[in-house]
């Protein structure tokens, strides 16, 4: 799931941890991110109800959609993209709250059948959110 961003928010990346960031004006949603635990079936033979423990936890598949505009920044993005590095993407909403999310990216496909061309990289979340 992904969210559509609100007005105003900056969206900026990175490939170098945070020594330099560029924004990403054309970036059309947030992926949904976070954690999501599993469970683990800890019951035993002599028990009448299932009992659980918590299990290891996962981060979410992610698509970054962005419109083409020809700033060198999607342009890195992509080439980013391309060679499957890791980013870190920056969000800062019109209230001041900001997020630090990391991305393993891994290709995109390209639809130019609109009015715009569009991009869909293909990502994974990396490690837990960071607020602030």
Request: proline residues 5%; hydrophobic residues 35%; charged residues 25%.
């Amino acid at each position: 799931m992904a969210y559509e961003l609100m007005a105003g928010t900056i969206t900026e990346f990175t490939e170098d941890g945070g020594t330099t960031w560029k924004e990403l004006p054309k970036l059309k949603e947030v992926p949904e991110f976070g954690v999501d635990g599993s469970f683990i079936d800890v019951t035993g033979l002599k028990d009448t109800v299932n009992e659980y423990t918590g299990g290891r936890m996962d981060t979410p598949d992610a698509s970054l959609r962005i419109i083409d505009t020809g700033v060198t920044a999607e342009q890195d993005l992509l080439a980013a993209a391309d060679l499957r590095k890791t980013i870190d993407i920056r969000y800062t909403l019109p209230s001041t709250t900001v997020f630090t999310v990391t991305y393993a990216l891994s290709g995109y496909k390209s639809d130019p059948s609109g009015d715009v061309l569009e991009h869909v990289i293909n990502a994974k979340q990396s490690g837990k959110p960071v607020k602030g």
